[in-house]
């Protein structure tokens, strides 16, 4: 059965990647309009699979889930966990209206009201953790796998993808 279930999500991966990559084009060759693009849509893409298939009941429930991924390792007691839900779950309107912008409108405009908020939700999450937990976050995203990590399953960024989205917003 896990192989069936790790097949199947595999093969939603691959459809996902190729619908953004397909995205992608009509966006442009820009690499940062690529990775929003990428971004964008594998991301919206799991939220909803994550609700059809009643694995959450709702976008904002998935959203919080797969945010809250990354609290494990960064040793966040559980009864500290709840802040940091009620967090993520603040965040989620605001980025699943400029997503659904993003997704329709196909622009530059649009992509980079959407960076911008993940810049912010960036700040913000960096500012609720204690400077070890900062630093393990950090640490993770400097791995070899940080990009599908980040791309995938949830929408933090690393350092030196936040560097690039800083540049791209402001100019």
């Known amino acids: 059965m896990k192989k069936i279930t790790l097949l199947l999500s595999l ?3 691959a459809t996902t990647v190729a619908t953004a990559q397909d995205h992608a084009k009509e966006v442009g ?24 298939r009643k694995k959450d009941p709702d976008m904002v429930t998935s959203f919080v ?6 609290l494990k390792f960064l040793n966040i007691a559980e009864n500290e966990r ?14 699943e209206t400029a997503n659904n912008q993003f ?7 649009s992509a980079k009201k959407l960076v911008s908020i993940l810049l ?12 070890a937990q900062l630093e393990i976050y950090k640490k993770e995203f400097t791995k070899p796998h940080s990009v599908s990590i980040e791309m995938l399953n949830n929408f933090y960024v690393s350092d030196k993808v936040y560097k690039i989205f800083n ?4 100019n």
């Open 120 to 131: 912010r939700n960036e700040d913000q999450f960096r500012a609720i953790l204690t400077p």
């Open 65 to 70: 889930r797969m945010k809250g991924g990354c």
């Open 11 to 13: 093969l939603f991966l």
């Open 103 to 109: 997704i329709k409108d196909n622009d530059k405009q």
């Open 167 to 170: 540049e791209y917003v402001n």
């Open 82 to 95: 709840q802040k940091f839900r009620d967090f993520f779950s603040q965040q989620y309107p605001e980025v």
């Open 29 to 52: 060759k820009d690499s940062i309009n690529w990775y929003v693009a990428m971004h964008s849509l594998v991301v919206d893409g799991i939220l909803k699979k994550n609700v059809e």
